[in-house]
Structure formats: structure tokens, C-alpha cells
């Protein structure tokens, strides 16, 4: 072999070798890597805590209809009917200080005669019938027992033939977020203890809190499972269940 071709066979040598070291040792701390992140060990569980609580504030909306052959007959009628639904409300303990948002409507209402025409062909034509006029209140008090106790009661007034409907009526809680800081304290204490349960049952002990998540608080009827990503605030119960999740992630050791 003569001398420039040995020496480039020997610079190609070098330089496969050098690549092959580079290359080795790249390959080894990906290997390495790999095996310290294999021996990561975690655990990740949900604590859940749930409160029974009473609704502190209630509401319910009532309303009266009635009919007029002029818009003058009419607003007199709807007088009349409103008098005798403040007295209703008033003589159940629905003082006018928790009445609210009074509305009055009136709409015209017609009749549509059909009749065929003399090619026999159907037709149609509305007429003015009456006017209807209607009258709302809105209801609202801390006094739950009293709405809970009374407020089928104003259905009495059918009895007047007075053309009333009356909502189902709602409960609330004033401020929920007073109880959540007491929720995600218990949460958390509940998932702590699982996460110690299950790493000793699995020959570990639990180490340092990781990462934790509160999911949205759910309001919801006694013994119901009910749930939505964005929480659920039920109305139609007086007892309700205020529920919190907590999802943790602890470092296991």
C-alpha cells in the first residue's frame, strides 16, 4: 500500500473510532436517563369530602291572569286579582319587603274562524278576541320554612276563581364559599390517607405532595350522584350535599 492511501485508511480509522465513542456515549446516557426515570416512583389518588347543609335562603315567583274585552276592563280586573293576591301573600307571611320584581303584561289574543270559499278551498281569518293581562311577583327570603310550609297554600286562591300559577320554588345557599376551605381541608386529609394506605400495602413510604388539583364544588340533593364538569347547584331541595374532590400526587420513597 503506498503512502497516501495508508495514510488516509488510518485518518478514516480515526475518525470511525471518535464517531463510534460519540456515539456510544450518547446511546449510554439516553440509557441512563431511561433508567432513572424508570425508578420514579408516584402515586396519584382522589380524597373527597361532603357536607350536609341547609338552604338559607328560598324563592318562588307567583303570577295572576286575567281577561278584559277592552284594555280598560282589563287593568281593572288585574287590580282587583292583584289585591287579592297581596292579601293572600300577607296573611301567609309573605310581607311585601320580600316581594319583588312585580311585572305586568298585556297581550292581545285573537280567534281564527276557518271556512271554505265558494271553489271549495279552505281559508282562515283571526278576529280579536279579549285581551289578556297578567301580574308577577317574585318572592324571596331567609325564611326557608316558611316557603317550604306555605307556599302551596297561595293555590287556595283557585278556589276565589282566580286564574293563579305558582312556580316550584328554590332553594339556596347564601354564601357556598364559606365551606370550602373546610371541604378541601378534609379532601386533602382523605387522599393523604389513602396515598399512606396504598404505599404501605405496596412496601413504600409516601413521600413529598407532588402536584394537587380541587375539582369544582357539586351542591346536590341528599343521596343523589349527580355531577358536571362545571358543577352542579341543585334548587329544588331544602337539605343539600356540598361535595369537593381533590386530586394528589405524592412522591413515593
Known amino acids: 500500500m503506498n503512502k497516501p492511501v495508508a495514510v488516509a ?22 440509557f441512563m436517563l431511561k433508567i432513572q426515570h424508570s425508578t420514579e416512583k408516584n402515586i396519584t389518588v382522589k380524597g373527597v369530602a361532603e357536607k350536609l347543609i341547609t338552604s338559607d335562603l328560598a324563592a318562588f315567583t307567583c303570577s295572576v291572569t286575567v281577561k278584559g274585552n277592552t284594555r280598560e276592563a282589563g287593568y281593572a280586573e288585574l287590580a282587583r286579582a292583584k289585591a287579592i293576591l297581596w292579601a293572600k301573600l300577607d296573611s301567609l307571611g309573605f310581607v311585601a319587603a320580600m316581594r ?14 276557518k271556512s271554505k270559499d265558494k271553489y271549495g278551498k279552505e281559508t282562515s281569518e283571526s278576529y280579536f278576541d279579549h285581551y289578556e293581562l297578567s301580574y308577577s311577583v317574585r318572592v324571596r327570603t331567609d325564611n326557608v320554612k316558611l316557603v317550604s310550609g306555605n307556599v302551596l297554600r297561595l293555590h287556595e286562591l283557585a278556589f276565589q276563581k282566580l286564574n293563579i300559577s305558582v312556580s316550584a320554588p328554590q332553594y339556596f345557599i347564601n354564601n357556598p364559599e364559606q365551606y370550602k376551605l373546610e371541604l378541601v381541608n378534609a379532601a386533602s386529609a382523605s387522599a393523604a390517607q389513602r396515598a399512606r394506605t396504598a404505599a404501605s400495602h405496596s412496601g413504600s413510604t ?25 358543577g352542579v347547584y341543585d334548587t329544588r331541595s331544602v337539605q343539600k350535599v356540598i361535595r369537593l374532590v381533590m386530586t394528589m400526587k405524592f412522591a413515593l420513597k
Open 100 to 113: 319583588e320584581d312585580e311585572t305586568i303584561s298585556c297581550d292581545t289574543r285573537y280567534r281564527t274562524i
Open 9 to 30: 485508511a488510518a485518518a478514516f480509522a480515526i475518525i470511525a473510532l471518535t464517531a463510534g465513542v460519540v456515539i456510544s456515549s450518547f446511546m449510554l446516557s439516553r
Open 206 to 230: 409516601l413521600g413529598p405532595l407532588m402536584e394537587a388539583r380541587q375539582g369544582v364544588i357539586q351542591i346536590t340533593a341528599p343521596a343523589s350522584n349527580e355531577t358536571s364538569d362545571y
